[in-house]
């Protein structure tokens, strides 16, 4: 059980573009901790002599932090213990070493979205302008988000891809 538990934490500590460097399987990275990644470089064009008038775009915050300490608090406590009963192997003290330095990465930032989650929203915002501009034109804009500080963190960052 424990070995699952680190070979998890191993995957998802990965780097979506190591697939050799980890034991983790073809591309099952973390389902909803999957960086975004654009996939359709255009879009099918309006039929001729018409414009797009309206988008009623729907997403998520970008990539984030953990919303808060939990099981990386718990995995560093059992590899501190096993530690102190000299109980881990080579690998074992590299994932202790590897845990802490990801707890240092995260502490203050739970539940913000990081500098990924701000190129993906701006990099959404920026596809928007430029494949329809149209749109944007004098329209206006409602955007509505939630409380959470990654929403609003992903709206701003969207805005500033958008050019507002």
């Known amino acids: 059980m424990i ?58 915050h970008g990539a984030r932090f ?5 099981a990386d608090a718990a995995i560093l406590k059992i590899l501190s213990m096993a530690a102190k009963e000299d109980a881990l192997t080579a690998m074992g003290h590299r994932l202790k070493d590897s845990m802490t330095i990801f707890i240092a990465m995260e502490k203050n930032n739970y539940g913000n979205i990081t500098a990924k989650g701000m190129q ?7 596809r928007m302008r430029k494949e329809y501009p149209s749109v944007f034109r004098g329209n206006g804009l409602t955007i509505v988000t939630t409380e959470a500080v990654r929403t609003r963190q992903s709206e701003a960052a969207f805005l500033k891809g958008l050019g507002s």
């Not at 973390?30 to 654009?38: M, S």
């Not at 993906?120 to 920026?126: L, N, S, V």
């Open 3 to 60: 070995l699952r538990v680190f070979t998890f934490m191993l995957c998802s500590l990965a780097s979506p573009g190591r697939k050799d460097s980890l034991p983790c399987r073809g591309n099952a990275y973390l389902g909803t901790k999957t960086l975004y990644r654009p996939q359709q470089p255009t879009h099918t064009p309006p039929p001729p002599g018409y414009l797009p008038v309206f988008i009623n775009y729907v997403g998520r």
């Open 66 to 70: 953990l919303t808060g300490e939990g």
């Open 120 to 126: 993906e929203q701006a990099g959404i915002g920026e």
